[in-house]
């Protein structure tokens, strides 16, 4: 071994550990970066010497040549990787559900002094007042103002769904361009990471802005994420190029958006609609030719609420509210209307009926409060009021009152299970971040115990130096004085 080489073995020591200390330097400074996964560099045994040995020479020992720097290594575990995007397409469904809901129970406001109930109490009360007193004009005038505010009830109820879903429409079609603008970063970062690792370079820092566009996707359609590191050089290291495919509940595979070996994306295709009678509805959202209405995600819960098409049927929370609305303003206008004697609501067909529904006469005294010509006759008006309370085979047997209380018992029935699971899948998803952040998240404490434990190597490794300095010196200005 040279004499020098003791110098040489201190400088590497030196180098290697102020790589590490750069290294702990950059994780500290990206402690507060999201998405930023910590680093560390692997150290290496350089390749030993052989020793010569006059004992056994035919087998020599072997002397340590020191250490280098080897890969910066991102630390990342991608099982939890894949079980955090699972997650986060559940909770993207059920949360994205749950906030639909949210806004339906918010218009219907029930039970409330403002809400369809009372506004029916309100009219079914004035009716009897007016079976009481019918010859009086105040109380066939409130009849007809409480008839009014039950159309008009009917009518914003209507509208506001309907705006709501309009919303929903515009949510749906926004969603699937920001998807395929993730799509487009996956693809775009994929050739990046390709041709650093074709050179044996590892691009970490990509590797973490590709996994936040990954998440991210992950949240609007469930994906399977597969990495390929065919072209990355014997030796080296890397995570590969990523192909993604869009899976369904059960995890088999629909469609492939991302190749990242062949360098190919496939997007998203906007909402094909279906106009089921007067509600439109998305029939399907194609990849090429492929449906994914049926992968998890925030889509498939904007679809849920907004609506679409199951087979030959019509599912969805909006247009089952708004057929139910529809389904009540009917058989209200036609019930009341055949025990008035003559047109009290006009309405135009079953179909939006909440939304067309009106009151037809302007004056009260048009009422047919009487089951004859008595004036002071009111039988009429109290039958009037029983039509709320009387079964009716358009509402599946079940009177107005009774249909709208279940209605707004299977809303809050349905609206508590996907408020359940939204908390739920949520918690879930917290626990998994929580443990993929134990292991990739930048801990300061470690750090600094880090950045201490290399400045300690790396005093050690100069005081080494300094050692064969003057051990060089002693054989090199001392040595070699006999006989001068």
Known sequence: MSTFHGLEMARQALSTQQSALYTTGHNIANANTEGYTRQRVNFETLSPYPSASRNRPQIPGQMGTGVESGSVQRIRNQFLDNQFRSENSTSGYWETRSEALGRMENVLNEPSDTGLSTTIDQFWQSLQDLAVNPENSGARSVVLQRGQALAETFNYLSDSLTNIRTDLQTQIETTVKDANTLIDGISELNKQVKNLETHGYAANDLYDRRDMLIDELSNIVSIDVRYDQGHIPSGKVGDGVATINIVNDSGTEIAEIVNGVEGEIQKINAPVYNNAETLSVVSSINVNDTNVMSSSGSLKGLLASYGYTDGENVAGDYPDMLTKLDSMAYTVATAFNEQHGSDFFEIENSIGAATSISVAIIDGSDINAGSNDD??????????????????????????????????????????????????????????????????????????????????????????????????????????????
Do not use: C, P
Request: hydrophobic share 40%; proline share 0%.
């Open 375 to 484: 004036s002071g006759n009111g039988d009429n008006a109290l039958a009037l009021a029983e039509v709320f309370y009387t079964a009716s085979e358009s509402l599946d047997g079940a009177s107005i009152k009774d249909f709208y209380e279940s209605v707004i018992g299977d809303l809050g029935v349905t609206a508590e299970h996907v408020n359940r699971m939204t908390e739920n899948t949520g918690t879930l998803l917290a626990q998994v971040e929580n443990q993929r952040l134990s292991v990739s998240q930048v801990s300061l404490d470690e750090e600094m115990s880090n950045m201490i434990k290399f400045q300690h190597a790396y005093s050690a490794a100069a005081r080494s130096m300094t050692t064969m300095d003057e051990m060089l010196d002693k054989i090199i200005n001392s040595m070699g004085l006999v006989g001068r």
